[in-house]
């Protein structure tokens, strides 16, 4: 690794909030377990840290879906279990939906509702979902919904809160100290300033007004219905942090490499094939998405809306990890990830030929 590859980075971030399209950047480069470079910068002291908590956004779906293989492992939650066996008097349309189904974007439920509008509780979120009246959208069209009704299955079946659920099958095993559902009462959370336009946008198209609100208060989750689910639904609410998320897609290095760990290399493999063009937790590389070209074909990512992604390289053991917090939810984020990428694909380059 030389100085002029790893100041390139730096100075990709201090540019990206410099032009106002995030309030705050963290980036982190690995391979495996070895860190190679870690930086951010923010337009407020503190600065943000390794440690810096991040509101985690879509970036929770990764997480939810890693979960989802630990129970279906342990014959707790079966992916294959349709949801007329966890709820036996669901509309006859909803019965038919296999919990893997909802993970991969394959229900054909609506990509997004606001249930903080149309519902009292998340009580009533579970009968709307199950009542088959949010059918009627496309076969592998992108869906929070199925993550959201997945995380009430978990709920259901294993009678504790998703942030329970999450905590004792997944953070805990896994070491990851410091994620967390929201609301997180801490001083170390990168504030977001990001506020609802973009659902208030959204619920606009389909006939519906919510109250416009400014940027959430430091520590609250972004999105509205993983606030009105309790700051965690399976789709979104999770903060964490960079450390934790090096660890978490070393859990799957070392799975995918047939090394000892939580999950089975069996169900991660096939998590990662493409079912009707979608995977499960995880998006493949895109070049014209937040990878870009600098990642090889077989990588696997996410994103989340906030600003934070992560994307794992199998064939370079390659981990980058950039967390920000979008000022505005119409700006595309995807031109600075992929410059990111490029220049921490230029970090794990050098590092190769000097080692």
């Not at 980075?9 to 399209?21: A, D, I, M, N, Y």
């Not at 705050?24 to 930086?39: D, I, Y």
């Not at 336009?197 to 400014?214: C, D, F, H, T, Y």
């Not at 799975?255 to 937790?281: C, E, F, M, P, Y």
Request: include cysteine.
């Amino acid at each position: 690794m030389t100085a002029d590859s790893s100041s390139g980075v730096l100075k990709h971030l201090r540019h990206w909030v410099g032009s106002g399209e995030v309030t705050t950047a963290f980036g982190l480069v690995a391979r495996g377990p070895s860190v190679l470079w870690q930086g951010g910068i923010s337009v407020r002291d503190p600065q943000p840290q390794a440690s810096t908590l991040f509101d985690l956004a879509s970036l929770t779906k990764p997480h939810v879906a890693t979960l989802a293989l630990l129970l279906d492992q342990r014959g707790v939650l079966d992916l294959a279990e349709p949801l007329g066996s966890v709820w036996p008097d669901c509309d006859s349309r909803m019965a038919r939906i296999t919990l893997e189904e909802l993970l991969r974007h394959r229900s054909r439920l609506q990509a997004w509702h606001p249930f903080y509008k149309t519902c009292r509780s998340p009580r009533d979120v579970e009968a709307k979902l199950l009542s088959g009246e949010l059918l009627g959208g496309r076969l592998g069209v992108y869906c929070d919904l199925g993550y959201i009704l997945w995380g009430l299955a978990a709920e259901t079946r294993l009678q504790a809160s998703l942030g329970e659920i999450f905590e004792m099958h997944l953070a805990r095993p896994m070491s990851l100290a410091r994620i967390r559902s929201g609301p997180v009462a801490r001083g170390d959370v990168a504030p977001c300033e990001c506020g609802n336009a973009k659902e208030v946008e959204l619920a606009q198209a389909m006939g519906l007004e919510i109250e416009p609100r400014s940027g959430p208060r430091r520590g609250r989750v972004q999105d509205g219905n993983a606030g009105f689910l309790g700051s965690l639904g399976g789709h979104a609410g999770l903060f964490g942090c960079a450390t934790d998320l090096l660890r978490f897609a070393n859990h799957w290095l070392t799975t995918l490499a047939g090394g000892d760990s939580l999950l089975r290399r069996k169900g991660a493999t096939a998590a990662l094939a493409a079912v009707g063009g979608r995977r499960l937790g995880w998006t493949a590389r895109l070049i014209r998405g937040s990878a870009g070209r600098s990642l090889s074909p077989s990588s696997f990512g996410h994103v989340g809306f906030t600003g934070t992604s992560l994307w794992i390289d199998p064939e370079t053991e390659a981990v980058m990890i950039l967390l920000a917090h979008r000022r505005s939810p119409f700006s595309n984020l995807n031109v600075s990830r992929r410059r990111f990428h490029r220049l921490a694909a230029d970090l794990i380059a050098h590092s190769s030929a000097g080692a």
